[in-house]
T-cell receptor
């Protein structure tokens, strides 16, 4: 069974440019999460989807970040415009749902903003 | 709100020696507890979890952890480490009914040396 797929794995952009990350969750997983992991830190939740609905986006900086999960499967996280401080690893995870459901993580996208 | 403290940022240990990685949490309500491992350039993988019941939890790769409610701790242990255990280890908590939202510690880098 394929795991969570993310692309690209690495992205280098200049500040003020837009960038987008893509995530394909494990088949059948209704819940999808986007996390931000700064260097030397643990992941922090940005947004959680139940199917196509964003049920927790309280930590998403909505002035420059946006996300979508059309048809309740794949998801895209976008930053526009990117800032130097956005350099980090962006992790996607998925689960079957429920408070005891294991989250499976993708390998992440490492973003470098110059 | 919940928080997790991993006081040791790095733990060096010789191969075949025992190791303990410390995790303390803070919460006003009952919690679920998790340990994840992150190998270089990979996503997080669940090692073990405590939801309820026995306070001694056994996980994959020979790891175990013990939930201590009075000390609000969930330390991770392995009696004999291998070179392949070199990785970053994250402790995390979630709250029952909290939407499966994980709050992570800052991580402990375990470095196993020959």
């Amino acid at each position: 069974e394929a795991g969570v797929v993310q692309s690209p794995r690495y992205k280098i952009i200049e500040k003020k440019q837009p960038v987008a990350f893509w995530c394909n969750p494990i088949s059948g997983h209704n819940t999808l999460y986007w996390y931000l992991q700064n260097l030397g830190q643990g992941p922090e939740l940005l947004i959680r989807y139940e199917n196509e609905e964003a049920v927790d986006d309280s930590q998403l900086p909505k002035d420059r970040f946006s996300a979508e999960r059309l048809k309740g499967v794949d998801s895209t996280l976008k930053i526009q415009p990117a800032e130097l401080g956005d350099s980090a690893v962006y992790l996607c995870a998925s689960s079957l749902g429920g408070s005891q459901s294991e989250q499976f993580f993708g390998p992440g996208t490492r973003l470098t903003v110059l | 709100a919940q928080s997790v403290t991993q006081l040791d940022s790095q733990v060096p240990v010789f191969e075949e020696a025992p190791v303990e990685l410390r995790c303390n949490y803070s919460s006003s309500v009952s919690v679920y507890l998790f340990w994840y491992v992150q190998y270089p350039n990979q996503g997080l993988q669940l090692l073990l979890k405590y939801l309820s019941g026995s306070t001694l939890v056994k996980g994959i790769n020979g790891f175990e952890a013990e939930f201590n409610k009075s000390q609000t701790s969930f330390h991770l242990r392995k009696p004999s480490v291998h070179i392949s255990d070199t990785a970053e280890y994250f402790c995390a908590v979630s709250v029952p009914g909290g939407g499966n939202k994980l709050t992570f510690g800052t991580g402990t880098q375990l470095k196993v040396e020959l």
